[in-house]
């Protein structure tokens, strides 16, 4: 009989080698299909889908930016791109360029293109005031600015579409943008009332107990109870006031974020231990800067006030002053009265920061106090502490400057004041008002819109001659 002889290694060669030409064939697809463009087209198409990517959005896109390393707080803007090139920015300060001012909300329009390099950039091609002012030269001996990009690598995109980070080319800084819900004057109208209420913080309540609290610019300091003082810098977001980095204070208290709650007039945590009222308006006489107009087209006060006014500057005597503003100030006084109450920072009076047309500073100054009469009727005194006269330029002993006591004197002796404010809430308008002499009056505004002039062209405005 005939022996059938099997050949296994055949019978099991066949189907294996046939998988593993399968296999082969696979893989080679594969590669085939994630190499068969090349590195300008793949550029090419991240170029297109990223513009498909920004002009997506119905609202645009909220961008949060950290101009000069983070070194300047956080600044947010909102940008709406259009197929033809076009970028809408809004801002959240206001602005004025051109001779027109911009508050936030309002639109400016400008350029940017998305092109390839070695990545794929974002750049914003022509002059944007409300963003390049961060990285526009300061003058001829600092031609960097604030060291920040208007060009951006665009490094991903989040899986739903709705986050974008991107890298400065130059800089390397970060800035993340996220899909705007809503109208870009909505959004960032809301982020100016928070930027704008923080500035009057001055407390913090935390699990019922007051801790100094405040916000100046973009940080936000909190001093804890061994009188440690601990600080932040800030970015708006919509209604919240983020901290970049988290506060521990004694207690476990964590610090992240504060929610605006305008109803009650208050920011709260995020975990609503800690709390943040507003204070009065009558509070905030004392916490930021205020400044009466003097110039050519009007005056922020009343004829008889004025009258004293111009008698200071009548025996004042020089050609060469330049008179800077009239302001009751948060540490206003630029010398002599700062440095005798550096706890006491309420002062009242004029500065030159000019004084025979050398570079200094002369200051007539009352250092006050507001003592509230009678809060149900906004009735208000003004206490004088000090007085001084002074300059820091060696030319004389700045007592000429006491010619303006005069004029400070119809301030502090025509009390009591009925004072008027535009807003309960964030006041930036106070009318005085003395009850004994409604020919007496004044306004004190957060704006300082002063134009600088000399005391001569001011007396020849108004027609009057130097003693």
Known sequence: MKRIKHNYFRGFAIPVMAAL??????????????????????????????????????????????????????????????????????????????????????????????????????????????????????????????????????????????????????????????????????????????LKTSSIIQACTIDGNSYHARVEGRKFFITDKDSTEYESLIIINNNDLILRNEIILANNVHLKSFRLEKENKRFVSHDERAVMEYPSPFGQLSITPWFIYVGYDYVDMSEELFGLFKTGVHYLGSFGDYADFFFLGLKGSCGLMGKKYKEHHQFLGFVSLQYFFVTGYAESMLAINFVEEDAGNSIVRIEELDRCSGNNVILDDGTRYQSFYGFLDGFVNNNPYKVTYDDDTVPSVARFESVSNPNIWFIFKRENKQQGFTLRQFADKYGFDFY
């Open 21 to 194: 030409c399968m296999a082969f064939s696979a893989c080679t697809y594969e590669e085939e299909d994630l190499f068969d463009k090349s590195a300008a087209q793949r550029l090419n198409a991240s170029v297109k889908d990223y513009r498909e990517l920004l002009t997506s959005s119905q609202y645009g896109w909220v961008m949060e930016f950290w101009p000069n390393n983070g070194t300047m707080g956080g600044y947010v803007f909102t940008a709406k791109f259009s197929e033809n090139g076009d970028v809408e920015m809004c801002g959240e300060e206001d602005i004025t360029y051109d001779g027109k001012t911009y508050t936030p909300g309002d639109v400016f329009s400008s350029n940017y293109s998305v092109k390839t390099e070695q990545s794929t950039i974002l750049t914003f091609d022509t002059y944007n005031p409300m963003f390049h002012k961060f990285s526009e030269p300061k003058g001829s001996s600092n031609v960097s600015g604030y060291n920040s990009d208007y060009e951006f690598v665009f490094l991903r995109a989040s899986e739903n579409q709705d986050t974008i980070v991107l890298r400065g080319k130059k800089y390397g800084q970060e800035m993340t943008m996220t899909r705007l819900e809503e109208s870009p004057k909505k959004y960032m109208e809301e982020a100016a009332t928070v």
